[in-house]
């Protein structure tokens, strides 16, 4: 097992667990955040330079050096920095011409803010299932539902967004294959992987456009902000005109399109800059934490791990357990009770969009997969700061429930065959 090395608690909490907030002074053991931000401490002298040259505003040096150097990591050629992945997606949407009238493929298990934006251009989103060993959406059913469509002669969808969950890449040549042959554009929410790498290359290559997010919960953060890159030098600037309020070359204000407030702060960008100094360390944190959680977990009946697929290399933003109630007698949401009563925050995989009340009437394609994951599925605490002893206190409390069901069953299998 690697060795995580100990590291100071941040107290900041992020805006994972704030509806905890009444428990952040527990009189009990301090409370273990999922994913709370991790300052490296460079980030304040970041943020003083852009005070030195007076940069407190959407726009500034900073911003420009952070889509420099995430475009570079990226390996994407142009960027622009928003106000958040949402936002990066909302404007990618926008700048596909996606309107009223289309669809969108989206994956089921995700998060609202890579779908939502489909609904603001008034178009219909349909969801697809996701394959076992990624996680991710599942190419074959994608182009079993493209297949029957254009045999069918239907309105085929107008994108494809591919989500890159909790740290892992999607099958993107594959996707890309898929949507080649129809003439379909993909975007990639890589919102949870910056820094994941498939087939050697870095999260998104390859799609038209690709989304990422700087939340207080992602592996780096700006404490709200986000990306969207491309390419296609036109398709950036097209974004970045829109995310300033379309505002038309003119010394006074000219509109000739509607736009949006969507740009990311220069503060925002400076603690990205510190922030991105570290992301490789990061990953190798994230990375070891889900070593030391399977590690000590190993051969719990009923408690399995997110696979890595095999084409890739998963950042592991959120180490993440599948729990069978058959075989260890115990469930997700048990287990997230018992952890919830150390003061240890944990969350459910997400809940897929074809289950939200918001989407009930949208289609999907299978959906039983991810229906799975987020009734098995459990993101345990997997914040880069944990020490050892904060991991330990994760594992013993499963450890010990897990202890407990299996005495239950010893003692019932022997009064068994007392009777
Ligand atoms: C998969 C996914 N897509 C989109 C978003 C939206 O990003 P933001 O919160 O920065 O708007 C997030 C996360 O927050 C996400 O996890």
């Not at 805006?15 to 009189?27: C, K, L, V």
């Not at 040096?61 to 928003?82: C, H, M, N, W």
């Not at 919960?217 to 404490?223: A, E, L, M, P, Y």
């Amino acid at each position: 097992m690697e060795e995580i090395t100990s590291r100071r608690q941040p107290v900041a909490a992020g805006n994972e667990g704030m509806e905890n907030a009444g428990r952040y002074d527990s009189p009990r053991q301090k409370r273990i955040f999922l994913s709370p931000p991790h300052m490296c401490g460079d980030e304040l002298s970041m943020v003083k330079k852009a005070f030195n040259g007076n940069y407190i505003a959407p726009l500034g040096p900073q911003v420009d050096r952070f889509e420099k150097k995430i475009a570079e990591k990226a390996g994407i050629s142009y960027a622009t920095a928003l106000a958040s992945g949402t936002a990066a997606m909302h404007l990618a949407m926008r700048v596909l011409g996606i309107e009223r009238g289309d669809e969108v493929f989206c994956q089921s298990l995700t998060f609202i803010g890579g779908v939502s934006p489909v609904l603001y251009q008034g178009a219909v989103p349909v969801f697809i299932d996701s394959e076992k060993s990624s996680w991710n959406m599942d190419p074959d059913l994608l182009a079993e539902e493209l297949h029957t469509r254009a045999r069918a002669g239907k309105k085929m969808p107008a994108a494809v967004i591919s989500t890159d969950i909790y740290g892992q890449c999607a099958d993107m040549d594959r996707i890309l294959d898929i949507c080649g042959n129809y003439g379909i554009p993909v975007v990639s929410d890589s919102a949870e992987a910056l820094g994941a790498t498939y087939k050697g290359r870095p999260a998104g290559a390859g799609a038209k456009a690709v989304v990422f997010s700087f939340n207080g919960n992602k592996i780096i953060t700006t404490s709200g902000g986000g990306m969207l890159l491309s390419d296609d030098e036109r398709f950036v600037q097209a974004a970045r005109f829109l995310s300033q309020q379309a505002r038309d070359p003119a010394p006074h204000y000219e509109h000739s399109a509607i736009g949006y407030n969507y740009r990311m702060s220069n503060i925002a960008a400076a603690i990205g800059l510190g922030q991105l100094k570290v992301l490789d360390d990061r990953i190798l944190q994230k990375r070891r934490i889900f070593n030391y959680y399977s590690g000590a977990l190993k051969g719990l009946a009923g408690v399995e791990f997110m696979p890595e697929a095999p084409y890739g290399h998963s950042t592991r933003w959120l180490t993440v357990v599948l729990i069978t109630p058959g075989e260890s007698g115990l469930d997700r949401e048990t287990v997230r009770k018992a952890l919830e009563a150390e003061n240890i925050e944990s969350r459910p995989v997400w809940k897929p969009m074809h289950l939200q009340p918001a989407f009930k009437e949208c289609r999907v394609c299978g959906g039983g997969v991810c229906e799975d994951f987020f009734q098995r599925g459990l993101c345990l605490p997997s914040g880069t700061a944990m020490t050892d002893a904060d991991l330990d206190r994760v594992v013993s409390v499963i450890r010990k429930m897990s202890a407990a069901k299996a005495e239950k069953r010893r003692l019932k299998a022997g009064g068994a065959i007392c009777h």
